[in-house]
């Protein structure tokens, strides 16, 4: 007699609507193509998914860490996905048998790690080089400590200041955001981020999620000494095709006033974080508001300078915009003493000039950037738009080739030893 036959059963991977807030993370790191959104839901393919886990370590909420017993044949298509407000509830036992699975595995908190795809011949990977590790001298970061899953699930901050940071006249404009927590615990390191809830529902009726934004300013406040922060936010008039929209968040935040009230969760972050033993090196490569992880820890290296009690390294800026007039801070930029930190700018719109990116900056300081790669010591972040990530990476591999360095010696120890982050959206 013919044993029955057993439908195939996935563990599905899933992620948590109610904790994640969109910050794109997961996308972005997926080698595989199998992480999609829309307005409301990331969601995971799990007719692509292969459970590399590749997405896993970078999610700064831990709402990329759900998985779901299914058959194969009833697995949640991406289209349910989009349209939870919750995650569905493990399928039960006698449901699952009644599918023809004769014995569910019990539900896993995790599924088992597999080893992320290399990168093949004719693709190049360039997640495959981020690090998911802080600097071994690292502070230690507090995560996660207001949100839906936490005792408190919000904290509320005033604004106690709000200035353009960019030329007006310009198209787009770019707020320094500083919010004020009084009393309330809420420690950051730098590279860190925050989520910040807009009021009001969406046009389902729902309250908006949270949006994510990284912190601009260093770990004892925006003012030394108090309990606040600052972001680098800019209005959004368009979305990535170029289509007319006003973001929720991104406006409301631009356009409130000193003494307004803000929601707040997090603070999320445990590995975009900067060294903090003597004689480090930190390289920043960054465009628009991708520069506000990279003021932090600039901001943090100067008052260290000041204090005199800190021995710092090299600091070496690559930051890009489409126009001088749309970079964030170019006045107060201009100001830092050129011996504190090695500046270099690229535009990418100049009327008249060939177009630049903070890929052709860092060509063009090869020599110095290859020592870099070769020293211990160094550390290098990337952050801003996703565009920029692979031509970044490109770059220090062929930076590194050209000094006669091994890219894949070099690119593993950057990831290994938590030297090389990237922050994309």
Partial sequence: MNAPVELAVIQQHLIDPEICIRCNTCEATCPVGAITHDANNYVVDADKCNLCMACVPPCPTGSIDNWRTMPKARAYSIEDQFGWESLPAELPAEELAAAGVAEAAPAAASAPASPAPAATEDKFISTRYGSTLPPWSAAHAFTNLYGPKAAQKTVTATVVGNLRVTEVGTEYDTHHIVLDFGSMPFPVLEGQSIGVIPPGVDEKG????????????????????HNNLSLTIKRVLEDHSGKPVRGVASNYMCDLQVGDKVEVIGPFGASFLMPNHPRSHIVMICTGTGSAPMRAMTEWRRRLRASGK?????????????TQQELPYFGPLQNLPKDFIDINLAFSRTPGQPKKYVQDALRERAA??????????AHFYVCGLKSMEEGVVLALRDIATQAGLDWETVGAALQREGRLHLETY
């Fill in 206 to 225: 729902r309250p908006h999620h949270a949006r994510q934004y990284s912190i601009a300013s260093p770990r004892n406040g925006e003012r030394a000494g």
């Fill in 368 to 377: 110095d950037v290859a020592a870099l790669l070769k020293d211990p010591n």
């Fill in 310 to 322: 800190f021995e710092g390294g090299k600091l070496m800026l690559f930051f890009g915009a489409r």
